[in-house]
């Protein structure tokens, strides 16, 4: 069954939100900061960083060539990437907050 039309455009719009968000917590939550990292720090810069490239692969998958029109494998997997993203850099984001 192919993907709804617009789909594509969606879900690149999407990644690209989340990912000015994500970009707007690591300024907001102090990454240069000049005080000694802890742990808890650098598990939130590497779930940030992981959701963020997964969200920055989110268009390339979408828009990649497929066999036939209505294969929409690809378009499945950018939505796992998606998913992945957005959890990675809620993860980040709740961690930062309770450490």
Do not use: K, Q
């Amino acid at each position: 069954m192919p993907s709804p039309t617009g789909s594509v455009a969606a879900i690149s719009a999407a990644s690209a939100t989340v990912f000015s968000i994500g970009i707007i917590f690591l300024g907001y939550w102090g990454m240069y900061e000049p005080t000694a990292w802890r742990a808890a720090d650098v598990v939130v810069v590497v779930f940030a960083l992981g959701g963020f490239a997964c969200l920055g692969l989110v268009p390339w998958m979408a828009t990649s060539p497929v066999d036939s029109e209505s294969d929409d494998s690809r378009i499945r997997i950018a939505r796992h990437l998606f998913l992945s993203g957005v959890s990675a850099i809620w993860l980040a984001v709740a961690v930062s907050v309770i450490f």
